[in-house]
């Protein structure tokens, strides 16, 4: 079932294209990762569907009873309010009720880890803290839609960490929209794609959709030696290629199965150190749609 | 309503802890007394700084007390009212160049009680600063120069009370619409002159006109105003208040996607 629509949603300034033709749909309960590089359209898409920009054309489509919560890229606070003062006030703006907003905001600042800083002015905090008090706010009064504008981009590997392991917790009752560049955390948490460059939206798809269709899996096989490796080679016909001691074999319907290469190597007794199968990772997919596109 | 609470209980914290519920009220205190005192202690302030040129004789006359009242709103009507603009002219369009309304805009806010809440804190603070110069200055001018009746004083600063509150609405609005504060003191400043202006060159055939009101009020102290111009004069300020309101909660709502994300 579909949370929301977006039909060739298109933003411009002046003759400048911001967004361009932008079409897709979120899955209640799904994660979906907006990636695309500098200037590629993901904050002007997140900032139409907050509402926070009109389109130029296009069209929006939000469930009846969508609630929602954003988190900018760099969140702004009003410094001389407290961590749970800014919240409580936030919950209420979005609708919850009086006695039940301090308690949510309570309960949700201990979940993104900031429950000795309750009390404390947000002009006091770090970076990684406002991070996580932007989160805070975006989930206090229990959004069923998150956007999340480059959630984890400013925080340290722990942080990051951190909030990934947050946001996959969430993923059970939200469905969640983030762009990011950071790709290795892309890919461990998303039910959908979207690859978008210069506007547009060049690929869109699930993980293992994507990969079968851009990445080229190889079996790779480590010699002893550079001579060991042109011997394995000049032994078989199979397309292969050899780099160093290094021989890599392409997975593909003429090639070998990982199987096959076991058997034998095993039945040659070849003076290998190990083998492995080599998956394309999601930053090499993104960069090769983009130079294609 | 409720989120007009919710957003004055806001703009209150905020008036207080960035002490702006201090410094103004102790600025208009201080414009208050420095008018009387100094025109009390005016010969000795001469002699200090040096004195006259031998032979030269100055005579400098004492003013009455409506005179010290009447130059006291003439302070506030320079440099107070520069003072108010300069304190709010970031209150909505600082909010959104900073980019601290972004959280606000995306939720599910009326923006009329967004910009009612700011007008209300502001016309509070402004309220109550101009009261407390203007008593500190009346009780200045009841010791040096000698008293007038407190009900009149009364009355003029129920009148003034009036052109204060239309000028944060004025106010209010030019953040509303401008794109950053300096440009929100710009617009309010003209506009102020405009209406000083306006009511300059065509004040005397227009006796409706809120830039009267100032006058009016200084006229409790020697009598009373004409009464069909002075309420005339506040009907009008109440209803461009009125629009004023409407104007500031549109343009809030509509330059919501300048915020910076």
Not at chain 1, 85 to 95: C, D, N, P, R, V
Not at chain 1, 114 to 123: A, M, N, T
Not at chain 2, 63 to 86: D, N, R, Y
Request: proline share 4%; glycine share 8%; aromatic share 10%.
């Amino acid at each position: 079932m579909n949370i929301v629509e977006v039909e060739n949603l298109t933003k411009r300034y002046g003759a400048e294209s911001a967004v361009e033709d932008l079409s897709f749909v979120l899955e209640k309960g799904t994660a979906t990762a907006l990636i695309g590089p500098n200037g590629a359209g993901k904050t002007t898409s997140l900032s139409m569907l907050a509402n926070l920009l009109s389109p130029t054309s296009g069209k929006i489509t939000m469930e009846k009873d969508v609630s929602l919560g954003f988190l900018p890229q760099y969140p702004q606070f009003f410094p001389w309010l407290t961590a749970v003062e800014f919240t409580e006030l936030a919950a209420k703006i979005s609708g919850v009720e009086t006695k039940q907003a301090r308690l949510q905001s309570i309960q949700t600042l201990e979940f993104v880890g900031l429950e000795s800083s309750l009390h404390k002015k947000i002009g006091s905090f770090s970076g990684g803290m406002k991070q996580r008090l932007g989160l805070a706010q975006a989930i206090v009064h229990r959004p069923n839609l998150l956007l999340l504008d480059e959630p984890i981009s400013a925080l340290d590997p722990t942080g990051r960490r951190e909030i990934m392991n947050l946001l996959k917790s969430l993923q059970q009752d939200t469905t969640i929209l983030y762009s990011t560049h950071i790709l290795n955390d892309a890919e461990e948490m998303t039910d959908q794609l979207l690859f978008m460059k210069d506007g547009r939206l060049i690929e869109q798809g699930s993980l293992k959709e994507v990969k079968k269709k851009h990445a080229n899996p190889y079996i790779q096989i480590k010699f002893r030696n550079h001579t060991s490796a042109l011997e394995f080679v000049g032994s078989h016909t199979w397309k292969c290629e050899v780099e160093e001691n290094l021989v890599l074999i392409p997975v593909s319907n003429s090639g070998p199965t990982m199987q096959q290469v076991l058997h034998i190597l095993s039945t040659e007794k070849q003076d290998i150190i190990g083998v492995e199968f080599q998956d394309a990772s999601l930053e090499e997919i993104f960069l090769k749609v983009v130079a294609a596109k | 309503m409720k989120q007009f609470f919710m957003l004055l209980k806001k703009e209150q914290l905020e008036n207080i802890r960035n002490y702006k519920i201090y410094w103004i009220p102790a600025i208009f205190i201080l414009l208050g007394i420095l008018e009387p005192t100094t025109n009390y202690f005016l010969p000795q302030i001469i002699e200090s700084s040096g004195g006259l040129p031998e032979g030269a004789v100055l005579e400098i006359p004492t003013p009455t007390p409506e005179q010290m009242l009447a130059a006291i709103v003439e302070q506030f009507q320079t440099i107070g009212i520069a003072v108010l603009i300069l304190a709010y002219m970031g209150t909505i369009a600082g909010e959104r160049k900073s980019g601290t309304a972004t959280l606000l805009y995306v939720r599910p806010l009326s923006f009329r009680a967004y910009f009612l809440s700011k007008w209300t804190m502001a016309s509070v603070i402004s309220l109550v600063s101009v009261w407390l110069g203007f008593l500190a200055g009346y009780y200045y001018t009841y010791l040096f120069f000698g008293e007038v009746e407190l009900i009149k004083v009364l009355q003029m600063m129920g009148t003034y009370s009036v052109w204060v509150l239309f000028i944060m609405a004025l106010l209010l609005v030019a953040s509303a619409i401008s794109p950053n504060s300096g440009f929100a003191a710009a617009i309010a400043f003209s506009t102020y002159l405009l209406i000083q202006l306006t009511d300059g060159l065509f004040g005397l055939n227009w006796t409706f006109s809120p830039g009267k009101i100032p006058q009016y009020g200084l006229e409790w102290l020697i009598g009373a105003p004409d009464s069909s111009g002075l309420w005339g004069a506040i009907g009008i300020a109440v209803l461009l208040i009125l629009l004023l309101f409407a104007i500031g909660s549109w343009a809030a709502q509509r330059n919501k996607a300048k915020t910076k994300v």
